[in-house]
């Protein structure tokens, strides 16, 4: 209610909603503020928007109840602690891996981020700093998902990512999102930006149908087209459930997307996302205005406009994704397979920019005046992607990538050969714009197998009925595969020789 209400003071500049949300919160104040009382919520998410009520209202009671339920977790002196499942085992800033309920963990992180922030508060900083890491290095799936276990929609141990019971709920990438936004925010580095884009393009937005009318909870990475991943009743999306947490939330997100392509800090200006838009930016009390215009995901084309109606001097700071600088994501967790020397170009006015990339971003830095042309070509190549060696899940096995896209395999586009459908490390791929096909996509073909593989973005799996579907598929080299009882000796770059027989 307390997001909601600020999103509709922001929009309307009513405070009808507001006045009732404060005082929501002017009795969550009286109660939970007094110092008797050491309760904490069961489901974190008040903290951001307590925070949020604060920003708007300036009440500082706001703002120090939030920290006040953060500042009680894991507070064994005063009452009964909850547990890892509630993050409730230890005080936060001691906690360095991201345990339990993974939607109250990413909830909760965004609000010790705006804590850190507020309060420039070290010990909150270095917490998030730790947990974050913890997150990315064991415990992210390729699609940016996290959550790994059905049971107490949680987190698994380190490097536990199992792909067809991968939880993966559609609210902790939601939540994720929001969360690396924070920290990008805080710190102005885009590789939280490298993980929300790759969260936002794949776990995220395969949540809902391309219809917009059917939502999965969970997002696995595989279907065997039996096994009812979504809330126990489908296989594939639903129009609603009994907690309709899912639907909601991507409701509510969706609208949100406009306020993550650009940031402001002093007279730095970033571009943090590329789609077409237009945007009226005030950068030091003028206004700047930009128009992106990109076939993106598809292409890796961007051209800006960059307008001022004043000569102004200021820094145009253009994110460089973190997979067209041969980075699937920060640290080691998957690794493409083959290092790419395609690289990026900007052009600015007819000119190539040769600039360092600095914490992820290219600089411009100059005397903006009148309209200014900027051409950024980022290098889109389909991409085989590798799981570290501690993942057990994904050993013998890869995934493609094109782009900030997770493909997958569907059965229904390959009928006769799903299951024995390979990756072979020399393989060779063609990519083809199909309009016709799942609101207008990218597809991949496999070209060099005997059997060859269909590929379709992650994302738009399962709009077309109860599908078998794999994201991850096995390597191998060509004479060691036994098509007669499709007996694999998988002994390839990063994999221990396991035999592996169907
Ligand atoms: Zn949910």
Redesign the pocket.
Known sequence: MFEAATAHYWATGKRNFLDIAIKNADLLVKVFGDTANYEVPGHQIIETGLIKLYQITDNADYLKLAKKFLDLRGDVAHRKIHGAYNQDHLPVTQQDEVVGHA?RAVYMYAGMTDIAAIYGDKSYLNAVNNLWDNMVNKKLYVTGGIGARHDGESFGDNYELPNLTAYN???AAIGSVYWNDRLFRLTGNSKYYDILERTLYNALIAGISLEGTEFF?PNPLESDGKYKFNAGVSCTRHAWFDCS??PT?LIRFIPYIPNLIYATEGDNLYVNLFMSNKAAIPVQGKTVEIEQVSNYPWQGNVSFNVKTDQPQKFTLKIRIPGWAKNEVTPGMLYTYRDKSDATFQIVLNGSVIQSQVKTGYVEITKEWTGDNRIELVLPMEVRQVIASQEVSADQGLSSIEYGPLVYCVEEIDNRTHFDQLSIQPQARFSVAMQKDLLGGVNVIYEETGNDKAMFVPYYAWANRGVNKMKVWLPTHDFEEYDKNNYCIKRSIINAVSTTICK
């Open positions: 939607v709920e559609t609210c909870y947490c899912c939330n």
